[in-house]
């Protein structure tokens, strides 16, 4: 995968540094041409000279050479790669990029940047825990740089756990794994629904739930990263997101509108996710005028709302593939597995109430899958740009078995 790639491996300022010889060594013998770019931290951790051996290349670490008076093109270094790699990427990098500051040669070059860009977090214990640290990965997501996860170890401060950058040979297996997956989604057509609905009540009151619709959003840009054409159809979310180019968004307000535009798209589409939390009931009349304090109590008729997702279970084809959610407070695994059956689903994603920082509203989340067969695959807490990457992937093993 990396034969005749163009990489520019960006060092900043941590004692992982020296991993980044071991990284160059792997990136040539795979068959990539890299070029080293520097922070002036970085330096004083390894050697420009080793990297510059290694690399068979100059080492930028200045936007100006005092002694020949050069200047280090930083536009043309970036449009040069076809990745950037971070490694490693020093929670102040990280949150220097995060916030688009251009202290250094290494910043102005991620800023010029057109390719993908990778980052391998590295640093200590608590640093690695803090909440600034997660809020700067969150915001590199949303922009689009992959992160590479840092692994459990003995740290510099002597400490345990979770922080050391990846090792170089899992840097280079991640960069690899994307680079396949990259279009292994080309020419399919994808239906994504996110986000809540809203049933109107009066002219200025709904009912609604707190869903964001961040994971059904992360699921889309996934898929349309990996090269498929994406209908997703968002409902009334004040979340604001980055979308990729290949996404093509429908607003939707009621749960009969998300089932008119899914029903509508689902026939032209591979593929079905249904990530949205729809209202299981609506008011059964909207008034048209505010309803008025008039009296002690106020009783709401609800009728039930279609269930796009057991409407869209019953016309899909076999060459057709649904996924949906189940959101369970009690008997978790026996009521997502029932709801795979009664919908005709092909996988259920069953999202985790109990533990902290998954669902509504967070940035992580932490799910299990159960396919057809039965088997159930739990994973980690991650971001939910990194699970909708574990959902994608699972999905891709059904279709492929
Ligand atoms: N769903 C839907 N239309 C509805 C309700 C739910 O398409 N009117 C979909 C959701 O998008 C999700 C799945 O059904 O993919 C499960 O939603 P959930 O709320 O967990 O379950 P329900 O089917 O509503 O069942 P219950 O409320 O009894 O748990």
Same mark, same amino acid.
């Given at each position: 995968? =990396?034969?005749?790639?163009k990489?520019?491996?960006?060092?900043?300022?941590?004692?992982?540094?020296y *991993?980044?010889?071991?990284?160059?060594?792997?990136?040539?013998?795979?068959?990539?041409?890299?070029?080293?770019?520097?922070?002036?931290?970085?330096?004083?951790?390894?050697?420009?000279?080793?990297?510059?051996?290694?690399?068979?290349?100059?080492?930028?670490?200045?936007?100006?050479?005092?002694?020949?008076?050069?200047?280090?093109?930083?536009?043309?270094?970036?449009?040069?790669?076809?990745?950037?790699?971070?490694?490693?990427?020093?929670?102040?990098?990280?949150?220097?990029m995060?916030?688009?500051?251009?202290?250094?040669?290494?910043?102005?070059?991620?800023?010029?940047?057109?390719?993908?860009?990778?980052?391998?977090?590295?640093?200590?214990?608590?640093?690695?825990?803090?909440?600034?640290?997660?809020?700067n990965?969150?915001?590199?997501?949303?922009?689009?740089?992959?992160?590479?996860?840092?692994?459990?170890?003995?740290?510099?401060?002597? =400490?345990?756990?979770?922080?050391?950058?990846?090792?170089?040979?899992?840097?280079?297996?991640?960069?690899?794994?994307?680079?396949?997956?990259?279009?292994?989604?080309?020419?399919?057509?994808?239906?994504?629904?996110?986000?809540?609905?809203?049933?109107?009540?009066?002219?200025?009151?709904?009912?609604?739930?707190?869903?964001?619709?961040?994971?059904?959003?992360?699921?889309?840009?996934?898929?349309?990263?990996?090269?498929?054409?994406?209908?997703?159809?968002?409902?009334?979310?004040?979340?604001?997101?980055?979308?990729?180019?290949?996404?093509?968004?429908?607003?939707?307000?009621?749960?009969?509108?998300?089932?008119?535009?899914?029903?509508?798209t689902?026939?032209?589409?591979?593929?079905a996710?249904?990530?949205?939390?729809?209202? %299981?009931?609506?008011?059964?009349?909207?008034?048209?005028?505010?309803?008025? *304090?008039?009296?002690?109590s106020?009783?709401?008729?609800?009728?039930?709302?279609?269930?796009?997702?057991?409407?869209?279970?019953?016309?899909?084809?076999?060459?057709?593939? =649904?996924?949906?959610?189940?959101?369970?407070?009690?008997?978790?695994?026996?009521?997502?597995?029932? *709801?795979?059956?009664?919908?005709?689903?092909? =996988?259920i994603?069953?999202?985790?109430?109990?533990?902290?920082?998954?669902?509504?509203?967070? %940035?992580?989340?932490?799910?299990?899958?159960? %396919?057809?067969?039965?088997?159930?695959?739990?994973?980690?807490?991650?971001?939910?740009?990194?699970?909708?990457? %574990?959902?994608?992937?699972?999905?891709?093993?059904?279709?492929?078995?």
């Amino acid at each position: 995968m =990396l034969n005749k790639k163009k990489i520019l491996l960006g060092v900043s300022g941590g004692i992982a540094a020296y *991993k980044t010889a071991q990284l160059i060594r792997n990136f040539t013998k795979a068959g990539a041409e890299v070029r080293v770019v520097m922070t002036p931290a970085a330096t004083s951790f390894i050697g420009p000279l080793t990297l510059s051996t290694l690399s068979k290349n100059k080492v930028h670490t200045q936007f100006f050479d005092k002694e020949s008076g050069e200047w280090s093109n930083h536009v043309e270094l970036a449009l040069w790669a076809d990745l950037v790699v971070i490694a490693p990427a020093t929670s102040n990098t990280l949150a220097e990029m995060a916030n688009g500051l251009c202290s250094n040669l290494l910043l102005a070059t991620y800023l010029s940047a057109k390719s993908e860009v990778y980052v391998a977090p590295a640093m200590d214990l608590d640093m690695a825990h803090h909440p600034s640290l997660l809020r700067n990965l969150e915001q590199l997501e949303r922009d689009g740089v992959q992160i590479i996860p840092s692994e459990e170890g003995e740290l510099a401060s002597g =400490l345990v756990g979770k922080g050391r950058m990846a090792e170089p040979e899992h840097i280079q297996s991640f960069i690899e794994n994307r680079l396949k997956q990259q279009q292994d989604f080309t020419g399919k057509t994808i239906l994504v629904n996110a986000g809540p609905t809203h049933e109107p009540i009066d002219p200025v009151r709904f009912i609604g739930n707190r869903s964001t619709g961040k994971m059904g959003v992360a699921i889309a840009n996934e898929f349309a990263t990996r090269g498929a054409s994406v209908h997703l159809v968002l409902g009334p979310t004040s979340h604001s997101f980055t979308f990729h180019p290949n996404v093509e968004i429908t607003r939707i307000e009621t749960a009969h509108d998300m089932y008119s535009a899914c029903a509508k798209t689902f026939p032209l589409c591979d593929v079905a996710v249904l990530s949205a939390a729809v209202a %299981d009931f609506t008011p059964e009349t909207k008034s048209d005028k505010k309803i008025k *304090k008039t009296s002690n109590s106020l009783v709401l008729d609800l009728v039930k709302t279609p269930d796009t997702l057991a409407e869209l279970g019953k016309i899909k084809k076999n060459n057709q593939y =649904l996924v949906g959610f189940a959101l369970e407070t009690d008997n978790e695994l026996e009521n997502a597995k029932g *709801k795979l059956s009664r919908k005709n689903l092909d =996988l259920i994603v069953l999202n985790s109430l109990q533990h902290k920082g998954a669902g509504f509203g967070h %940035d992580t989340n932490k799910v299990s899958t159960i %396919d057809k067969s039965g088997e159930i695959c739990t994973f980690d807490l991650k971001s939910k740009t990194q699970v909708a990457r %574990d959902i994608v992937n699972k999905l891709k093993e059904i279709i492929t078995k």
